[in-house]
């Protein structure tokens, strides 16, 4: 069987979500085709900076989301071998006025992007196995022997997407690090205050903070071949609990509780990867009317806690982008001009976006893997400096990256 459609996103997480949302808010019907029968809601929570919740109100959905989670008011940061403070950034001291900061359970963030899309807009149980063309049309095949034609192709299927690699975008590479995450729920209050912790050095990095008064989310990063980590322990949740218990046990007791509470079914791992940065710009991330968004754009360590943030961002821009192309010529005008076809508007729509996403998108895997290996590592000198200023320099990075705003999602 054979269909068509205007636009199609490949992948059904925060970034196909975000763009069909945000295609549907200026007027553009999309669908999204997902491999897996139902919403996966991988993974526990994620914070989400400054420019998420700028993306999040462009789509109309910050304010309920806002109300299951806690404003976080600062970064605290301390030494991982020993403990001891180093910098402590109060966002209210630092003229952030602007600036927030949230936890936010994944699967909320997920349902709530769902819930507002129109009926029928996620078509699950649906892989994509290939992808060729048409003339100027794009022609999906699907798993079931099922094909779509298509006037846009968006590839929003993650770090290792079936779209990147049709634009012969060269494949993420290892980082050599490791994360541990978890989730921990309490009966009552966990009594926490509403900040960011985290403890660098020593060939790991721990952080902590509230998702809402009853809930943590946690993490460790590290270099496996650093710290002496097991392998096979990686899918093993006691293993990666008695491990991260083992680590944090002389840096700070706080956290050691918190991930003593965790339950072994709120415990993963997983290994980081991240797409060479000059992949990103001199790479094809868009092909005619062919492109991609979020992580199959732009992977990184998760070291500036941006990769669902820039998602979201590549989310509104790329809508609007689309609907500048699109939706306002048909306003101004009132009708299609015979020497512009809508091939055209949509190359051009997504020439608007790459370009802008290209070199931000560059930046974001740059200063993530740098401010990692500042954070992280055990070198003396390292240590050294990071505790006498570079710890700050990675915090001003991230709370920098973060003060973007990639504006409202209006077809003026």
């Not at 975000?18 to 808010?25: E, F, I, K, S």
């Not at 602007?98 to 699950?124: F, H, M, T, W």
């Not at 360590?301 to 699109?326: N, R």
Request: charged share 25%.
């Amino acid at each position: 069987m054979e269909t068509e459609e205007n636009i199609v996103i490949v992948g059904a997480g925060i970034a196909g979500l975000a763009t069909c949302l945000a295609l549907h808010r200026v007027g553009l019907r999309s669908i999204v085709l997902e491999s897996s029968d139902s919403l996966r809601a991988t993974g526990f929570a994620l914070s989400l900076w400054t420019n998420a919740w700028r993306a999040l109100d462009a789509l109309g959905v910050g304010d309920s989301l806002r109300q299951s989670s806690l404003s976080i008011t600062g970064i605290k940061s301390f030494s991982a071998d020993s403990g001891a403070p180093i910098k402590e950034v109060l966002f209210v001291d630092n003229n952030c006025i602007d600036y927030e900061s949230r936890c936010v359970r994944r699967k909320y963030l997920l349902e709530k992007l769902e819930n507002e899309l129109p009926q029928g807009a996620i078509r699950y149980s649906s892989k994509v196995v290939s992808i060729e063309e048409s003339g100027p049309m794009k022609v999906v095949h699907l798993a079931d022997g099922s094909t779509i034609r298509t006037k846009a192709l968006i590839g929003c299927d993650g770090v290792n997407s079936v779209v990147a690699n049709w634009l012969g975008l060269q494949k993420p590479v290892n980082s050599g690090r490791s994360a541990i995450r978890g989730f921990v729920e309490y009966p009552d209050k966990h009594g926490y205050q509403p900040k960011f912790h985290a403890f660098f050095g020593g060939g790991l990095r721990f952080g902590f903070l509230p998702n809402d008064e009853k809930s943590l989310y946690w993490f460790c990063t590290f270099t496996p071949s650093a710290v002496h980590f097991d392998g096979n322990a990686e899918q093993d949740p006691l293993k990666l609990k008695q491990f991260v218990l083992n680590k944090a046990s002389n840096v700070s007791k706080e956290l050691s509780t918190i991930v003593e509470r965790t339950t072994l079914d709120c415990i993963s791992c997983a290994q980081l990867k991240l797409r060479l940065p000059w992949n990103v710009l001199t790479g094809n991330i868009l092909k005619n009317n062919v492109c991609v968004v979020g992580d199959a754009l732009h992977p990184m360590t998760p070291d500036l806690g941006q990769g669902g943030c820039s998602a979201l961002e590549d989310s509104v821009v790329i809508a609007k982008c689309l609907g500048e192309a699109l939706v306002k010529p048909i306003k101004d005008r009132g009708v299609e001009q015979e020497d512009e076809d809508e091939f055209n508007k949509i190359k051009k729509g997504l020439e608007k976006y790459a370009k802008g996403r290209r070199w931000r998108s560059f930046t974001f895997i740059s200063a993530a893997y740098l401010s990692g290996f500042i954070q992280e590592s055990g070198s003396k000198v390292i240590s050294f400096l990071r505790e006498r200023f570079l710890a700050g320099v990675t915090i001003a990075v991230t709370l920098r990256m973060a003060n973007y705003d990639c504006g409202k999602l209006t077809v003026s």
